[in-house]
């Protein structure tokens, strides 16, 4: 109540259209922290150079991302609601906003009603996050660097712009979704065989929707008790009037997971398969100029031939009355022939401890551990990092 009191105040613009079966709503996370972080790389195929470098550095949203939000709702009658939100980055380290724009994490309207679900318009969290990732890493929460779960899947993609959602409600613990992107705003790239990753260049206009990549995903849940299982399937569709789209290449993903919470204990497992290319969210740009990345700086890369097999395995349990640790062990398999791909395995394994002030503020230690990252033979790295979460 007093958040959407405060909300009102402070945006009246917002508030002076509500009307009294109204709300707005005022929120956002503030997480900042102090980062060890090294890298080791033989030089080889991948680099020019033996590579040893170290950082350390005050971060911005390792448990959760640093975001400031406003979202708000009105009864419509008949047990319809008007829904909206808004939500952007903030980097509490320097004080900017996410590089994508002022409203890069949400920017939605839509309308639900308790019989029939929800309907959104807008960019907002795709299904593979909202069914599988958010409700199956418990652990790190799908956000702290290397060991999250967004980083070994094709829930990489987790934001897509010009977005139609549809979520229905619950039904004997069933639960669907249905979504299509006619422009995900995602970067293209094609995996050459004779070199690294290209923007696979426009040959006319975009304005034309078969001109725009677009995907289009089905997500089902089924929850009882303390058990969840999810399956999720996505389909990127490159430009028609690029190289990928001209032969006819789609990047396809399923995954399969499923949670268990016994109170004492919560863990959560899931399997991924990535076909046509890769969805790939991390890349080495960060770590040296010297390496070669053999897929670019991150995107959709349309590739034929080309995939990766992915699994998480994670857990969490609370410590006291206020503590929780966590754990969590991953990998990544490139399958196909792609001259330029690494192929070798990524895993990874973290360690994390949280303490709890209030329901609102934590601490945390997260440290982390990886090997081949990014399929990159050799190329390891450590990171520690230790910080401050508060919610508002």
Known sequence: MKKTLLAAALLAGFAGAASAQSSVTLYGVLDGGVRYQNWNLS??????????????????GTQSTSRFGVRGVEDLGSGNQAVWNL????????????????????????????????????RQLNLAFKFAGGPIDSAFAVNAPIINISGVMGITAVRQNNMIMYQSPSLSGFKVGAQYSFNTGLATNRQLTTGGAAADASQGSSFDTGNNMRNIAGAVSYTNGGIYLTGVYDQFTPASNTISGQNGTKVTSWIVAGAYDAKVVKIGAAYNQVRGGLIQGQS????????????G???????????????NINASAPVGANGTVM?????????????????????TWGLGYSYKFTNRTNVYAIYSYVNNFQGIAGLSGNTATVGLRHAF
Do not use: K, M
């Open 327 to 347: 754990a969590a062990y991953q990998g990544q398999a490139h399958t196909g022939i792609v001259s330029d791909v690494g192929g070798a395995t990524q895993l």
């Open 43 to 60: 030089s080889g195929p991948f680099s020019r150079v033996d590579i040893s470098t170290s950082s350390i550095a005050v971060v911005s």
């Open 284 to 295: 080495t740009t960060s770590v040296s100029s010297d390496i070669t990345n053999p897929f």
């Open 87 to 122: 939500e952007g980055q903030v980097n509490v380290n320097d004080g900017t906003a996410g590089s994508v724009g002022t409203w890069q994490r949400t920017s939605i309207v839509g309308l639900q009603n308790n019989a029939w679900g929800r309907v959104d318009i807008g």
């Open 297 to 311: 700086a991150g995107g959709i890369v349309f590739a034929d031939g080309a995939g990766t097999n992915a699994w």
